[in-house]
């Protein structure tokens, strides 16, 4: 069964700061890799995902992720944080079409932006 | 397009005390999935329709929980007698396709407090 791990339960960063979020994955093979982002009283919304191809995947609000099989591993990065992008992201992974077609989720990371 | 719709936003009940959840998701969005997230854990899934449909119902805690779909448009759940171990924020998403394409939009999340 697949299993997503958030290692940090929370994150602070200074507003301009560059911001990197972990996410480990356990599959037994290059599965659907998704990050979504939650604000405050808002639902879940899809930054990006990664299916095939370019590892190097670019999502909305200027988040990009990396997907590196070695690793396992499916880290969400940004170059310059904003004060508006404090919130929860959630990692989550799927299987290929063939496998279970439901998405496992993290525990999520909260991210603390100073001003 | 109008996005998932989960009812009420915030729901506080007595331990013994019945409560129903409510989704609305995307029009023609024939997959439904609910999930759930106890504080500071991860986003579990509870059930997935399709249609009026349950497809899987692996996640459901027990049968204290009953999830509906009648006509394949909104779903309910409803958790009967509720528990303090119920507290938690209940996610539904939908999604047009579940296979290769499938990328859930989610709703704002419904909040319970058993008390």
């Known amino acids: 069964a697949q299993s997503v791990t958030q290692p940090d339960i929370h994150i602070t960063v200074s507003e301009g700061a560059s911001l990197e979020l972990r996410c480990n994955y356990s599959y037994g093979a290059t599965p659907y890799l998704f990050w979504y982002v939650q604000s405050p009283g808002q639902g879940l919304q899809l930054l990006l995902k990664?299916?095939?191809?370019?590892?190097l995947v670019q999502g909305i609000k200027g988040f990009e992720a990396e997907f590196k099989r070695s690793q396992s591993s499916f880290n969400l990065r940004k170059p310059s944080v904003h004060w508006s992008d404090a919130a929860e992201y959630f990692c989550?992974?799927?299987?290929?079409?063939?496998?279970?077609?439901?998405?496992?989720f993290g525990r999520g990371t909260s991210l603390i932006v100073h001003p | 397009e109008a996005g998932v719709t989960q009812f009420p936003s915030h729901s506080v009940i007595e331990k013994g005390q019945t409560v129903t959840l409510r989704c609305d998701p995307i029009?023609?969005?024939?997959?439904l999935y609910w999930y759930r997230r106890v504080m500071g854990k991860e986003i579990k899934f509870l059930l997935h329709f399709v249609k009026e449909s349950k497809q899987d119902e692996s996640g459901m805690p027990n049968n204290r929980f009953l999830a509906e779909r009648t006509g394949g448009t909104y779903s309910t759940l409803k958790v009967q007698p509720a528990e303090l171990e119920d507290s938690g924020v209940y996610f539904c998403a939908s999604s047009y396709d579940r296979l290769e394409a499938n990328v859930l939009t989610f709703g704002a999340g419904s909040r319970l407090t058993v008390l």
């Open positions: 029009s023609g969005h024939d997959n």
């Open positions: 989550a992974v799927r299987a290929r079409p063939g496998g279970s077609y439901i998405p496992t």
């Open positions: 990664y299916f095939s191809g370019d590892t």
